[in-house]
């Protein structure tokens, strides 16, 4: 069974940068799928962030309300990848979910199947 | 960018009743590129269906999706305690996800 766990600072003060880390087991990241995560302000609906794989030879897709303050990584030695969302306001604090994207297109797969157990990070001084 | 609207905002019905979930696309789309979620209170979102109408492995069979082109549906036949929760839609296009801002199944 695949399991997600988020981990990272619940508290980041304004303009700092956002980081969490998603450590995955039941599953090597660098044997497919796409590797990502979906934020959820208290209250809200839910906003796709972003994804990578190893598969696509690494690549990420982001968001491109978010692109230019997202970064992921992967970290295959360690089956795991990272969140870097920089120049945070108060409008970043959400629940953020890391989630497995099941992305075929030959397959016609384009849902997520597998969501951590979400963090809520909070943007305040 | 393509807009996924779901209505109603709250739906509220008795536990064995019918639940009928709407979730428009602002533009025709594939049905392969939609899904939907179940979130409840202090949980992840749980995928149901994917493709529009493929059951997530492990849902009950009493949820069904449906639906092509701008108009999708997500029907639980009879609602059970457990189902009273939030709703989302999901959309691909153009390698990015979307979602649709929720219906709330609310108990009557």
Do not use: M
Request: glycine fraction near 10%; aromatic fraction near 12%.
């Amino acid at each position: 069974q695949v399991h997600l766990q988020g981990s990272g600072p619940r508290l980041v003060t304004p303009s700092e940068t956002l980081s969490l880390t998603c450590a995955v087991s039941g599953y090597s990241i660098s044997s497919g799928f796409y590797w990502g995560w979906i934020r959820q302000p208290p209250g809200k609906g839910l906003e796709w962030i972003g994804v990578g794989s190893f598969y696509d030879n690494g690549r990420t897709y982001q968001n491109p309300s978010l692109k230019s303050r997202v970064t992921i990584s992967l970290d295959r030695s360690k089956n795991q990848y990272s969140l870097h969302l920089n120049s945070v306001t108060a409008a970043d604090t959400a629940v953020y979910y890391c989630t497995r994207l099941n992305w075929h297109h030959a397959r016609g797969n384009y849902y997520f199947d597998y969501w951590g157990q979400g963090a809520l990070v909070t943007v305040s001084s | 960018e393509i807009v996924l609207t779901q209505s109603p905002d709250t739906l509220s019905l008795s536990p064995g009743e019918r639940a009928t979930l709407s979730c428009r696309a602002s533009q025709s789309v594939s049905s392969s590129y939609l899904a939907w979620y179940q979130q409840k209170p202090g949980q992840a979102p749980r995928l149901l269906i994917y493709a529009a109408s493929s059951g997530a492995a492990g849902i009950a069979d009493r949820f069904s999706g449906s639906g092509s082109g701008t108009d999708f549906t997500l029907t639980i036949s009879r609602l059970e305690p457990e189902d009273f929760a939030v709703y989302y839609c999901q959309l691909y296009d153009d390698s990015s996800w979307t979602f649709g801002q929720g219906t709330k199944v609310e108990i009557k």
